[in-house]
Nanobody
Framework: VQLQASGGGLVQAGGSLRLSCAASGRTFSGYIMGWFRQAPGEEREFVAAISWSGGTTYYADSVKGRFIISRDNAKNTVYLQMNSLKPEDTAVYYC??????????????????WGQGTQVTVSS
């Protein structure tokens, strides 16, 4: 699976952005999809995940209630709608795909494929 993330940019605190991740190469619908982020000098951290059907989602506490993950299997695309952005949301955001169980949805090394990352910068 090849993943291409887009939609990042510069936004003021309180604003919104929608990230997209387009997949190609294999059957997209069979994969759990996740979003991770990495700020300078920090480890990569889990943001959100969505089941292969789109029926189940899971969020990090830091983004719960502000971010929404969704997917369109017909378009081979997963989205991350980010609302009420804060300066601490500034990071490179990565989409990722994994096979296997839902139990490891928040574990970065369990993901099999990664996109190239898109920069999100939130100004105060």
């Amino acid at each position: 699976v090849q993943l291409q993330a887009s939609g990042g940019g510069l936004v003021q605190a309180g604003g919104s952005l929608r990230l997209s991740c387009a997949a190609s190469g294999r059957t997209f619908s069979g994969y759990i999809m996740g979003w991770f982020r990495q700020a300078p000098g920090e480890e990569r951290e889990f943001v959100a995940a969505i089941s292969w059907s789109g029926g189940t989602t899971y969020y990090a506490d830091s983004v719960k209630g502000r971010f929404i993950i969704s997917r369109d299997n017909a378009k081979n695309t997963v989205y991350l709608q980010m609302n009420s952005l804060k300066p601490e949301d500034t990071a490179v955001y990565y989409c990722a795909a994994k096979l296997g169980g839902w139990a490891t949805r928040a574990v970065a090394y369990e993901y099999d494929y990664w996109g190239q990352g898109t920069q999100v910068t939130v100004s105060s």
